[in-house]
């Protein structure tokens, strides 16, 4: 039995979503905060879904709550079954820093098919190459490394192996060096250094070292979709690791784990870059791009969403229906080139831009986001229209969601709505920016 297509594109809304809550908090020094930001927007996206989602791999246990924690029920209680791993933001450390890799990932597949893994380390070995005995975790590194350069017909010194950055792994990397094996060492980010053994472009050859468990589980989901290959053990420092174990249903505590007993049967696995690495490209915002508006700015996330919008102020007479109010105009367009990604007709397309452009409206005039209010300059006379354009040039995540952002961070631009006060332009800021984000 396979899990409905229908929901490939509903878990990448998802990871999406909780890329784009984080990316908000980039380079603002507080991982906690960037990782919240995500774990918020996963867990409402999820919990609106048509599905009887739960949690095995997680955050924590229930007691690290706000955190998406292991056991947690998700999802609208209609539809299949569905086992989530979860790692709402990994690389918390590069997204705080504004570094490259950080990355919202989520990986799914039916009830039971996906290892339930506790919160310990784990020992694992990767490698594009599925056919069995050419690398094992119980092979010595030297082994490893002569099998495989045996086997894609390279020398030692031209392959690439990629491992954490960690003390722990010195005996490792020194063999490795002796060897004359090309060394990738990174400081975060278990799942995506896994993840670069799946493309010849990446140009690494091995994954290898001891990691988190869980992002071992999470990589097993993605590297599975590649064909790849994988092994994991798990390693228990306490007694207390063990004991948990045990209650997980872990009988053998030293087994090495196949790639096909972490995950089996159908899944899904998707990726969101919040910061450019190596993998994915990551979300991209640019402000006052537009030099002949107030404010402006282009979004863009991933290969596949690019928006643009323009935010112009006018001096006009208010409407005779809303005479203390000022105006705010929202038009959207969505370009032809988004045909392909959309998957839509022409007459769709236009259609769509029209519903688009009435709920931002909506959202905008009726939330009190901005004070319209503020934006009369004479009572009855003048008052300050705001209008906003917005382009959708490409698009595969949620439009709303993305042209929302768009929006937001052009009009932030502005900073505050221009007012009238004795005959004078003042700037006279009513504008719920919390509400906006």
């Not at 799914?108 to 056919?131: G, Q």
């Not at 537009?290 to 919008?309: K, Q, W, Y």
Request: overall charge negative.
């Amino acid at each position: 039995m396979a899990i409905d297509k229908k929901f490939v594109d509903q878990f990448i809304n998802v990871s999406s979503k909780a890329a784009l809550s984080s990316s908000y908090l980039v380079g603002k020094k507080d991982k906690i905060a960037a990782d919240k930001a995500a774990v918020d927007s996963m867990r409402s996206e999820l919990n609106k879904m048509n599905i009887q989602g739960k949690i095995v791999i997680g955050e924590g246990e229930l007691d690290d709550a706000p955190m998406l924690y292991i056991g947690e029920k998700l999802g609208n209680k209609n539809g299949p079954e569905l086992d989530i791993a979860v790692d709402p933001l990994e690389g918390t450390n590069f997204a705080a820093n504004n570094l490259p890799g950080a990355l919202s990932v989520i990986a799914v597949s039916e009830k039971n098919n996906l290892f339930n893994a506790p919160e310990t380390y784990m020992d694992k070995i990767s490698t594009r190459v599925k056919e069995k005995n050419v690398i094992d975790l119980d092979f010595p590194v030297k082994k490893n490394i002569s099998n495989l350069s045996d086997y894609l017909n390279k020398k030692p010194e031209d392959l690439t192996a990629c491992l954490l950055d960690r003390p722990r792994h010195k005996k490792i990397i020194n063999e490795l060096k002796d060897l004359g094996v090309n060394l990738k060492l990174i400081t975060d980010g278990d799942v995506s250094g896994a993840l670069m053994v799946t493309d010849e472009k990446y140009n690494v050859d091995i994954f290898l070292g001891i990691g988190g468990g869980p992002e071992g589980v999470l990589a097993a989901a993605a590297l599975d979709a590649y064909n790849c290959s994988f092994q994991g053990r798990f390693l228990f420092e306490t007694d207390e690791d063990k004991t948990r174990a045990k209650k997980m249903g872990i009988k053998n505590l030293s087994k090495k784990y196949e790639i096909n007993e972490i995950v089996s049967g159908d899944s899904i696995f998707c990726a969101t870059g919040i910061t450019s690495g190596d993998l994915v490209s990551g979300i991209k915002i640019e402000n006052n791009i537009f030099p002949h508006v107030h404010g402006s700015s282009r979004l863009r996330i991933g290969l596949g969403t690019e928006i643009l919008c323009a935010v112009k102020m006018e001096v006009v007479p208010p409407l005779e229906s809303r005479p203390e109010h000022g105006i705010i105009g929202i038009n959207v367009d969505i370009s032809p080139s988004c045909d392909r990604y959309l998957k839509i007709r022409n007459d769709k397309r236009n259609e769509d831009a029209t519903n688009l452009s009435d709920l931002l409206q909506s959202m905008y005039a009726e939330s009190n986001a901005i004070d319209q209010g503020d934006l009369i300059i004479v009572k009855g006379k003048y008052c300050w229209a705001c209008y906003i354009d917005i382009i959708i040039l490409k698009a595969d995540c949620s439009l709303l969601d993305a042209t929302s952002i768009a929006t937001y961070i052009a009009l932030k631009c502005i900073e505050s709505i221009f007012n009238v006060k004795n005959g004078k332009i003042i700037k006279n800021s009513k504008i719920d920016w919390n509400y906006l984000c």
